[in-house]
């Protein structure tokens, strides 16, 4: 509960969504990006130890802590950091995913356009409080 008086009295951007929309947006993005990775895997012109697979587990990885680094440890700055990461991981991975297969590469897409919008909103809390 702290934590979210906390998130509630920072000042946002009017850009920010509802809360709610979070709790739909992001298991489609996840439900996408588990597809793609699927898709990737699954394609012969993939090797086992190509970098496409090592891109996206460091991205989800670093997805994964972004909420610890803001929420829990309230480091807005280093989840920015930890943000534009993400995002130079999701793009290579993109990159990779699209040497083997176009579909699973396209698939992570509206991801990275979330990745940048959330960048935004993450910047902007940065920059204003």
Do not use: H
Not at 106 to 114: D, E, F, G, K, R
């Amino acid at each position: 509960m702290q934590n979210r008086e906390w998130y509630n009295n920072l000042k946002k951007s009017s850009l920010t969504p509802p809360n709610y929309l979070f709790g739909i947006v992001w298991p489609i993005l996840y439900s996408l990006m588990g597809i793609s990775f699927y898709k990737f895997i699954n394609n012969s012109n993939c090797n086992l130890l190509c970098n496409g697979k090592k891109f996206f587990f460091i991205q989800l990885f670093l997805n994964l802590i972004w909420t610890t680094l803001f929420f829990k440890k309230k480091q807005i700055f280093y989840a920015l950091i930890d943000l534009i990461l993400i995002i130079y991981f999701t793009i290579l991975t993109i990159n990779e995913f699209n040497k083997c297969d176009i579909q699973a590469s396209n698939l992570l897409i509206p991801y990275l356009i979330w990745l940048l919008f959330a960048f935004y909103l993450n910047f902007y809390i940065f920059i204003n409080n």
